[in-house]
Nanobody, 119 residues
Framework: QVQLVESGGGLVQPGGSLRLSCVAS????????LAWYRQAAGSERELVAG???????KYADSLKGRFTISRDSARNTVSLQMNDLKPEDTAVYYC?????????????WGQGTQVTVSS
């Protein structure tokens, strides 16, 4: 069982920034896709950003370049830098990993970290 532990969530004002981190219990180069999802109250979980083993990145169209996903294999960490945050970014953010090339079908999830954007 792979353990994923997220951190970095919290309360931030509109226009602010947060950096989420996710540490995996196994070496992340063993996974084909690393990704962040989010789920707002009353909404379905959606892909925010992902990165493949080969370095291809995928982002939700609504983000318009505000978020950046990165990985640090030496620290078994995948991060999400979030800039110019908006109230609609409020959600629980989940880290995920996938073995295989299928997007939108993670094998393991973290427990989630709350991000609240409010003045």
């Amino acid at each position: 069982q792979v353990q994923l532990v997220e951190s970095g969530g919290g309360l931030v004002q509109p226009g602010g920034s947060l950096r989420l981190s996710c540490v995996a219990s196994e070496r992340i180069f063993g996974f084909d896709i690393l990704a962040w999802y989010r789920q707002a109250a009353g909404s379905e979980r959606e892909l925010v950003a992902g990165i493949s083993r080969g370095g291809m990145t995928k982002y939700a169209d609504s983000l318009k370049g505000r978020f950046t996903i990165s990985r640090d294999s030496a620290r078994n960490t995948v991060s999400l830098q979030m800039n110019d945050l908006k109230p609609e970014d409020t959600a629980v953010y989940y880290c995920s990993v996938t073995r295989g090339s299928t997007w939108y079908s993670p094998d393991y999830w973290g427990q989630g970290t709350q991000v609240t954007v409010s003045s």
